[in-house]
């Protein structure tokens, strides 16, 4: 079973940022937590992960609560491209267990 | 940058007929890993291999096998197949075994007839 909740789904205008929120309150002290989007039936893409401190990359930011228990992905500048499936996933072992993820819409 | 490579990209099988699918990882990387996505469902893990031993198990069937090659490609193999396992298969892989990111193939679209 997923471990983790999302919302269901998000709307974002072009070029503001998407703030995606997640809920892990039972992750235990050394599963990391991942964010993957998948854009229609293409294979997820990896986008960032990590364990308590937050994270940036060219692709987006993690903010993770100093509890664990929930986390932010934060798109800076979402654009059209960035409509897709967005999955917060806590890493069991070699187990990337999906949840039903956020469908993010970018609207114009 | 090269990706991992899965073949074939499509594939249609009649009930009880056999399927293998095939998944080359990307370059140096030597853990793969095997995921089902379901029409309308979220992938599932079903089977992962680390230096050519298995390494952890999910929700996979009986019915399936698997295993990694000492190039580091991995097939996995589907018998007496069902309408239920139409679904898309992917594959992924990682340098190392632990928390290191997984990179997802394109997939395998598996139709059961």
């Known amino acids: 079973d997923a471990k983790t909740t999302q919302p269901t789904s998000m709307d974002c205008a072009e070029g503001r940022a998407a703030n995606l929120p997640c809920n892990h309150s039972?992750?235990?002290?050394?599963?990391?937590v991942y964010w993957y989007r998948q854009i229609h039936s293409q294979g997820p893409q990896y986008i960032i992960h990590?364990?308590?401190n937050n994270e940036t990359n060219e692709m987006a930011s993690l903010i993770i609560t100093e509890d664990r228990k929930s986390s932010t992905l934060i798109l800076p500048h979402a654009t059209l491209r960035d409509t897709a499936v967005y999955y917060c996933?806590?890493?069991?072992?070699?187990?990337?267990?999906f949840g039903t993820g956020t469908r993010l819409q970018v609207f114009p | 940058a090269a990706g991992v490579i899965q073949s074939p990209r499509h594939l249609i099988k009649e009930k009880r007929e056999t399927a293998t699918l095939k998944c080359y990882p990307i370059?140096?990387?030597?853990?793969v890993y095997w995921y089902q996505q379901g029409p309308g469902q979220d992938p599932q893990f079903l089977i992962s291999?680390?230096?050519?031993?298995q390494s952890d198990k999910g929700s996979i069937p009986d019915r399936f096998s698997a295993q990694q090659f000492s190039d580091y490609h991995s097939e996995l193999n589907m018998s007496s197949l069902e309408l239920g396992d139409s679904a898309l298969y992917f594959c992924?892989?990682?340098w190392g075994h632990g928390d290191n990111e997984q990179f997802f193939g394109p997939g395998t679209r598996l139709t059961v007839l």
């Open positions: 990590g364990l308590k």
């Open positions: 992924a892989s990682s």
């Open positions: 370059p140096r990387h030597d853990t």
């Open positions: 291999f680390y230096e050519k031993m």
């Open positions: 039972t992750i235990s002290g050394n599963e990391y």
């Open positions: 996933i806590v890493r069991v072992g070699d187990k990337l267990i």
